[in-house]
């Protein structure tokens, strides 16, 4: 019903911004307004870990104890786009980042609870 796109990864040093984005294109009728959207991400030989979360009207965030104070969640309703700001970057956070989706207005951090998923994106922080 959703259809998911990331983009903006890519290689940037230790202390480096990155900005993803994640359009959206629904099928289903439903507003992307009414879902919650997060994002997870996966390093290689680890499960896939929720890194943010945002409300429908983005008056509410969520983030891991690792990114918080760095990344920052953000979404366009108008746009149908989801952001994640990532400043300070660590090479612990290099990892394919994943947007998602979930039909409901309570927000949730493991990733069996979200419903649609994108391609996702690689992020590399190396020197």
């Known amino acids: 019903q959703v259809q998911l796109v990331e983009a903006g990864g890519g290689l940037v040093q230790p202390g480096g911004s990155l900005r993803l984005a994640c359009a959206t294109s629904a099928t289903s009728g439903r507003a992307f307004s009414s879902y919650v959207m997060c994002w997870f991400r996966q390093a290689p030989g680890k499960d896939r870990e929720f890194v943010a979360a945002i409300s429908w009207s983005g008056s509410a965030s969520y983030y891991a104890d690792s990114v918080k104070g760095r990344f920052t969640i953000s979404r366009d309703n108008a746009k149908n786009t989801e952001y994640l700001q990532m400043n300070s970057l660590k090479p612990e956070d290099t990892a394919v980042y994943y947007c998602?989706?979930?039909?409901?207005?309570?927000?949730?951090?493991?990733?069996?609870?979200?419903?649609?998923w994108g391609q996702g994106t690689q992020v590399i922080v190396s020197s």
């Open positions: 998602a989706a979930r039909p409901s207005a309570v927000v949730r951090t493991r990733a069996y609870d979200y419903d649609y």
